[in-house]
């Protein structure tokens, strides 16, 4: 699956709970809990879901427009595997195409991390508490963050083509 389809199928998961947690949630929500699921402070459903509407449309925005941002930067700012290859003018647009792929995969994880971060807390202004568990959601994003840094770092995804050294004029 691509990357921003991805991305974009996560944002709009995101979007049907917060119209969902808009109908069914109270007046009164929590505005923040501690590990274990309690209750640190209240506020209002309003509140809630503009952050959580905003914070969702930041990271979405961020990671999903990586691509773009990237064919545009100096290629001095960019680190990549391989430089000599990448950064020619005639690799740019694939690089930024590549690299916009994967950031969309780490931002549809994160925006994943949000999403349960949601639940959990419509979980808690129905019932007056969190799980007792929700550092799974952390753990688990983590976790994956690293695979994917460490798959990405494996792969022959940035690699050059076989035979590209010693090819004169490229």
């Known amino acids: 699956m691509k990357g921003r389809l991805l ?4 944002v709009a998961a ?13 007046d009164r929500v929590p505005g923040q809990m501690g590990f274990g699921g309690a209750v640190t402070r209240w506020g209002t459903k309003t509140e809630y879901l503009a952050v959580m509407a905003g914070g969702t449309a930041v990271v979405a925005g961020i990671f999903g427009a990586s691509g773009a941002l990237l064919r545009r930067s100096p290629a001095g700012l960019l680190n990549v595997p391989h430089p000599e290859y990448w950064l020619r003018p005639q690799q740019r ?4 195409r590549r690299l916009g792929e994967d950031m969309a995969v780490l931002g549809a994880a994160t925006v994943l991390l949000l999403l349960a971060g949601t639940l959990e807390i419509g979980y808690a202004a ?15 994003y983590l976790g994956f963050v690293a695979w994917w840094a460490v798959r990405l770092a494996s792969s022959a995804r940035y690699r050059p083509p076989e035979g590209w050294r010693g090819r004169i004029g490229e």
Do not use: K, N, R
Request: net charge negative; hydrophobic share 65%.
């Open 126 to 140: 129905q019932h007056g508490g969190g799980f007792a568990y929700d550092w799974l959601a952390l753990v688990a």
């Open 14 to 26: 995101m979007i049907v709970v917060l119209i969902w947690q808009w109908v069914t949630l109270p």
């Open 7 to 10: 991305l974009g199928v996560v």
């Open 93 to 96: 647009a694939e690089l930024a």
